[in-house]
Nanobody, 117 residues
Framework: QEQVVESGGGLVQPGGSLKLSCVASGISLPINVMSWFRQPPGKERELVARIVETGNTKYVDSVKGRFTISRDPGKNVAYLQMNNLLPEDTAIYYC???????????WGRGTQVTVSS
């Protein structure tokens, strides 16, 4: 069964840290790109960070210098280390895995991150 599962969300105070994990399993195609998206309350989903199989990364400007995306070599496992969290980082965070050649997209159900004092 193909599935993408996120974990690691929770409630944290401003300035705190969280590390999200994403595991994509049961997928026979190679996963070339893994990304983290987020959807704040009442807003559209946005790309937060992306890592391609070469190791190159991309971040939305608002998280640069605070968030780091990584991937276990040879595995469909990705992480998002989030430091110096701000209230505006509050959102549901979704993991996305892509096979580029087949344009196959796989989504998780999301994990809630709440930044509040």
């Amino acid at each position: 069964q193909e599935q993408v599962v996120e974990s690691g969300g929770g409630l944290v105070q401003p300035g705190g840290s969280l590390k999200l994990s994403c595991v994509a399993s049961g997928i026979s195609l190679p996963i070339n790109v893994m990304s983290w998206f987020r959807q704040p309350p009442g807003k559209e989903r946005e790309l937060v960070a992306r890592i391609v199989e070469t190791g190159n990364t991309k971040y939305v400007d608002s998280v640069k210098g605070r968030f780091t995306i990584s991937r276990d070599p040879g595995k469909n496992v990705a992480y998002l280390q989030m430091n110096n969290l701000l209230p505006e980082d509050t959102a549901i965070y979704y993991c996305n895995a892509v096979n580029v050649a087949s344009a196959a997209f796989y989504w998780g159900r999301g994990t809630q991150v709440t930044v509040s004092s």
